[in-house]
T-cell receptor, first 116, second 115 residues
Framework: GAVVSQHPSWVICKSGTSVKIECRSL??????MFWYRQFPKQSLMLMAT?????????EQGVEKDKFLINHASLTLSTLTVTSAHPEDSSFYIC????????????FGPGTRLTVL | AQSVAQPEDQVNVAEGNPLTVKCTYS??????LFWYVQYPNRGLQFLLK??????LVKGSYGFEAEFNKSQTSFHLKKPSALVSDSALYFC?????????????FGQGTTLQVKP
């Protein structure tokens, strides 16, 4: 299967700081990537759709000024959590479909964010 | 509204026995159905999908799933469970005509396989 990587795998930061998480498709190009948030023992909540060359599309209730998404190239999308607070602590996972928006999505290994 | 239901929070099975993890869906139009597995503190791994064609889909690690249109179900099965199959399993759906690619996930089912 296709490979999607995320960096860092875990990060601890202080309240008020910003944290950038990278999502890369290693062996395919992705015009679309998705960002999810997952709380312990719960399902994935879609935060936004990252689109190469255009603005991200955010799901209802997700603050776009808080969670900045940039799809810099066909293999890289970044999620920046700005002015992080303890309630932003979570497991963040990205995914990318190999061919188009309706194809199989491959997921990154996730990033554990802890805000102190 | 589109939705996916996994009615069991946890499924317990003895090693070597067959396992079933249930999934039902509600979507307008033709569904694209997926099963993913998640190990602790990891991302999701793709197991199998149904798009069209044969209702019985075979996937990774000996798993299979059967698409049942009349019952709107897509249950995950394996003839003989392994302890290493213990993990969190997610069923997901995309509406076939959707061009957004947004996956709708069920709430997840924890599979516990005991030796």
């Amino acid at each position: 299967g296709a490979v999607v990587s995320q960096h860092p795998s875990w990060v601890i930061c202080k309240s008020g700081t910003s944290v950038k998480i990278e999502c890369r498709s290693l062996d395919f190009q992705a015009t679309t990537m998705f960002w999810y948030r997952q709380f312990p023992k719960q399902s994935l909540m879609l935060m936004a759709t990252s689109n190469e060359g255009s603005k991200a599309t955010y799901e209802q209730g997700v603050e776009k000024d808080k969670f900045l998404i940039n799809h810099a190239s066909l293999t890289l999308s970044t999620l920046t959590v700005t002015s992080a607070h303890p309630e932003d602590s979570s497991f963040y996972i990205c995914s990318a479909p190999t061919q188009g928006a309706g194809d199989t999505q491959y997921f990154g290994p996730g990033t554990r964010l802890t805000v102190l | 509204a589109q939705s996916v239901a996994q009615p069991e929070d946890q499924v317990n099975v003895a090693e070597g026995n067959p396992l079933t993890v249930k999934c039902t869906y509600s979507v307008s139009g033709n569904p694209y159905l997926f099963w993913y597995v998640q190990y602790p503190n990891r991302g999701l791994q793709f197991l199998l999908k149904y798009i069209t064609g044969d209702n019985l889909v075979k996937g990774s690690y000996g798993f299979e799933a059967e698409f049942n249109k009349s019952q709107t179900s897509f249950h995950l099965k394996k003839p003989s469970a392994l302890v290493s199959d213990s993990a969190l399993y997610f069923c997901a759906v995309i509406r076939g005509s959707s061009n957004t690619g947004k996956l709708i996930f069920g709430q997840g089912t924890t599979l516990q396989v005991k030796p």
